[in-house]
């Protein structure tokens, strides 16, 4: 079973930045696209940013230019940087991993167990 492991989560002021990590207990290599999901109180839990296998990025357009997804296959780990953190980015933050069977086009999808980022005025 595939593990994922966020961490740098916590309190910032408006502003501010802060880097969440995703270490994964597998070779992120062997998934199709690795990202970062948010799910804010009342709300549904939205992509905020996905990088593939072969480095192409996709980001919600509401942090397009503030947050930047990497990733380092060497070490199994999935970053996202978030500058300038508006209020609004509060939320509960997953790492999530895809993986799609080619023949079968069935996806399989895997989920960390989250991390809060609150961002105060």
């Known amino acids: 079973q595939v593990q994922l492991v966020e961490s740098g989560g916590g309190l910032v002021q408006a502003g501010g930045s802060l880097r969440l990590s995703c270490a994964a207990s597998e070779s992120i290599s062997s998934f199709n696209t690795v990202g970062w999901y948010r799910q804010a109180p009342g709300n549904q839990r939205e992509l905020v940013a996905a990088i593939t296998g072969g480095g192409s990025t996709n980001y919600a357009d509401s942090v397009k230019g503030r947050f930047t997804i990497s990733r380092d296959n060497a070490k199994n780990t999935v970053y996202l940087q978030m500058n300038t953190l508006q209020p609004e980015d509060t939320a509960v933050y997953y790492c999530?991993?895809?993986?799609?069977?080619?023949?079968?086009?069935?996806?399989?999808?895997?989920w960390g167990q989250g991390t809060q980022v609150t961002v105060s005025s």
């Open positions: 999530n991993a895809k993986f799609t069977v080619v023949v079968t086009q069935r996806e399989y999808n895997y």
